[in-house]
């Protein structure tokens, strides 16, 4: 399976520090470096928290595909055209102060999608609708030809409930046998991570707020180490108190 970082947690802690750190370029390329496979970021028609110099630099030199996330608004699915990036992935329409919860209902919202995907397809971008787990929405967006799906793994992560991930991988099955491309990913924590993992008919999974979390705990010690050498003071010795 490979491994996605969303970017977009990242984002939104330099928008909330005011400032210019952390900066999602250079943790995306540390994270290239680590073995990540691609890189998500979240584009709001605000431009708060990820700008457009950010995705054109994500796109230039990151060397990992970049997946473009974006709701059907015409002026991001311009924007994408432009960047060409090498997958959009089509978001639900929301307020933008609002989390991303739901996914994007193709079947109430198939006129919008249409319309972004013969604009992308045009532009050469490979297309993925982020839905949640229902056989009905795999099915639509076979039926109006959407090539891969993103399954919301949001309920799944809250509820830690099995029949929820069973949901996902009967969806995952379903659109594998339809042709499709599949992916996973919103909320997911260790161990929905390590069940996901296993599903055979998931290839990519997203991972954004889990690395986030992660890479604090893990990466405490050496971020404390590299300070301290700022400051000229020699790092305490373990077991000191």
């Known amino acids: 399976m490979r491994l996605a970082l969303d970017l977009t947690c990242v984002a939104a802690q330099r928008s909330l520090a005011g400032g210019r750190e952390p900066d999602p370029v250079e943790v995306a390329m540390i994270g290239v470096r680590a073995g990540v496979d691609a890189i998500g970021v979240n584009m709001k028609s605000d431009r708060n928290q990820m700008g457009e110099r950010d995705c054109v630099m994500l796109r230039d030199v990151v060397r990992a595909p970049l997946w473009l996330k974006i709701s059907t608004s015409p002026e991001l699915v311009k924007f994408a055209v432009s960047l060409k990036p090498a997958t959009v992935v089509l978001l639900p329409e929301r307020r933008e102060e609002l989390p991303l919860d739901d ?8 006129s919008q999608v249409r319309k972004a995907q013969s604009m992308l397809r045009e532009a050469g971008i490979e297309i993925v609708a982020f ?16 090539p891969a799906v993103q399954l919301n793994t949001l309920k799944y992560a809250e509820s830690d409930r099995e029949e929820d991930a069973v949901a996902i991988q009967e969806c995952a099955r379903l659109a594998r046998k339809l042709g499709m491309r599949v992916s996973a990913g919103r909320g997911l924590g260790l161990r929905h991570l390590g069940r996901i993992a296993v599903m055979p008919d998931v290839e990519l999974v997203h991972i954004g707020r889990l690395f986030l979390a992660h890479a604090t705990i893990s990466g405490t010690a050496g971020a404390v180490a590299g300070l301290l050498n700022v400051i000229d003071r020699p790092p305490r010795e373990h077991g000191g108190s």
Do not use: A, M
């Not at 994007?104 to 919202?109: K, M, P, R």
């Open 131 to 146: 839905i949640n787990p229902t056989l009905d929405q795999v099915r639509f967006c076979h039926k109006i030809d959407v």
């Open 103 to 110: 996914g994007l209902d193709v079947i109430l919202n198939q």
